[in-house]
């Protein structure tokens, strides 16, 4: 058993240190990089040893909690259970890994103390989202995610930079607005708004059924920004002119699933199911989901820009999180909860690669992939997986997450839904495979005869990076029946929602 006093201290300390090391990175300043470097992976080593020693805690027991009243009647509540752990195990591993990736991308780049600084507050708040115990401390993270993230937008400093900037901000303070209004609106209903598995709002809905309508929309919309819901995407696709491992910190661990989880928390935790269908919003919700997933693939089907493309594959992808919380049961409910952790693996795959072949032979383009699989085998290994993933082919990850949405929505009696994720599989392919074709079977272009300037050492740094989450998607595919395997982890979250 863990000592109470510890039980009540880890928690905070999973959020704190990262905020440390970005205390330490912004004093000692932009000429101390050794230090720097340092002090980023000693804090993302330390905090994943944390995240794991908690969630084996947790496996076999133990509580981890943590109050603090802010106001009367107001907590600050941190408290690990099993989908906290899910959330903050993903940003623990990829933090690592991204850290690892970030010092060589941006070896030769102006302000490196600034980026790595918010870097790791980033994480921080990252992390309080996913230790939040009540809809309140969610919401305090939610919002500091916000203000951390966005000096990493805008952090090139170019017209186009500040521009995308501008647009992260104005969707995102919008959501923040309704997020706040909805919270204030539901704690005057229900009080402290604890996360209890199955809700703890169907006492009040015989009195306050179209209040708890229209404040369930609201945190969806409020969610959804982060999330990337049609038509709440706009900020997304222009956020790409940010350096790479922005891309990935925005697209695979923080800011796209932060707003899936909080939607998760919304209908598991705050809700429930059965009420969220008592009270007619299942079937908008599934509807909104299923939409997504088909425009955000269209979207994707029409870009030649690299990076915006994976953007456009974003949006669409998320939204098999949402869709399988929405229509419920054990199958289409662990579906969506692993494709939290699936989709994080193989996007973050792709943005690296995306990086890469950006940052070593300046392609931008899908016309300039031509040829690149001879040049960069290793890194275009990296990328082919992780697109075939993202298809749904075995035993890459993509696959066990689109199985059981698949399965789970014949279960439930909904083959609309089984459609939708076949012809999301279908687009998908549409606009993935002909980058893995050009990467293999295109004629070398210019481009790739270029010559690279990067050192050997800063390269070996990005590709063992960008090869590091292609193995996890394979590994964590032909591992999934493990006892400790994110599906395995997720099924026992799910029985717990089961009615």
């Known amino acids: 058993m863990i000592e109470p006093w510890l039980a009540q201290v880890l928690p905070p300390a999973v959020v704190l240190v990262s905020t440390l090391a970005a205390i330490v990175i912004f004093i000692a300043g932009e000429e101390r990089q050794r230090l720097r470097i340092w002090v980023n992976l000693v ?284 229509v419920g049961g054990l199958l289409a409910t662990s579906g969506g909860m692993v494709h939290l952790v699936h989709q994080g693996l193989m996007k973050i795959t792709l943005f690296f690669c995306a990086g890469i072949f950006g940052l070593l032979l300046g392609v931008s383009k899908i016309d300039q992939l031509d040829g690149l699989g001879r040049r960069m085998p290793w890194v275009s290994v990296a990328f082919t997986v992780a697109a075939l993933g993202m298809i749904g082919l075995p035993p890459i990850v993509g696959f066990i997450s689109k199985w059981y949405l698949a399965s789970g929505a014949l279960a439930v009696g909904m083959p609309a839904v089984l459609a939708v994720v076949i012809t999301s599989a279908l687009l998908n392919a549409a606009y993935f495979l002909p980058l893995v074709g050009r990467l293999w079977l295109g004629p070398p272009g210019s481009v790739a005869a270029a010559r690279i300037e990067i050192g050997r050492l800063p390269r070996l740094a990005l590709v063992c990076s960008a090869l590091a989450t292609a193995f996890l998607t394979v590994a964590l595919g032909l591992m999934a029946a493990h006892p400790l395997s994110p599906l395995n982890w997720v099924i026992k979250i799910a029985e717990g929602y089961a009615p």
């Open 43 to 326: 804090a993302a080593t330390l905090k994943l040893i944390l995240v794991v020693w908690i969630g084996l805690s947790v496996l076999a027991g133990n509580e981890f909690l943590f109050r603090f009243e802010l106001l009367p009647g107001l907590e600050l509540i941190l408290h690990a259970d099993a989908l906290s752990i899910l959330f903050a195990s993903l940003s623990a591993v990829l933090w690592l890994v991204t850290t690892v990736y970030a010092i060589a991308y941006l070896e030769h780049s102006p302000n490196r103390a600034r980026f790595f600084g918010f870097f790791s507050l980033c994480v921080s708040a990252t992390m309080g989202i996913a230790m939040a115990g009540n809809l309140l401390t969610l919401f305090i993270f939610y919002e500091l995610l916000t203000l951390t993230t966005w000096p990493l937008v805008v952090h090139n400093g170019t017209p186009e930079a500040l521009a995308a900037g501008r647009s992260y901000l104005r969707y995102t303070l919008a959501g923040g607005v309704v997020l706040l209004t909805a919270l204030v609106w539901l704690y005057g209903l229900a009080g402290n708004a604890v996360f209890t598995p199955g809700g703890f709002l169907a006492p009040l809905a015989a009195e306050h059924a179209t209040e708890l309508r229209i404040i369930f929309a609201m945190l969806i919309a409020g969610f959804g920004v982060k999330a990337g819901l049609v038509p709440l995407h706009g900020w997304l696709p222009k956020a790409m002119v940010a350096p790479a491992p922005v891309s990935a910190l925005l697209h695979a661990v923080a800011v796209v699933k932060a707003g899936a989880f909080g939607i998760i928390r919304t209908v598991e935790d705050v809700y429930g199911l059965e009420l969220v269908a008592g009270l007619g919003m299942r079937l908008p919700l599934i509807a909104v989901a299923c939409w997504t997933i088909i425009i955000g693939s269209l979207l994707a089907l029409r870009e030649h820009h690299l990076k915006r493309r994976l953007a456009y594959s974003t949006v669409s992808q998320v939204s098999y999180i949402v869709l399988g919380i929405a």
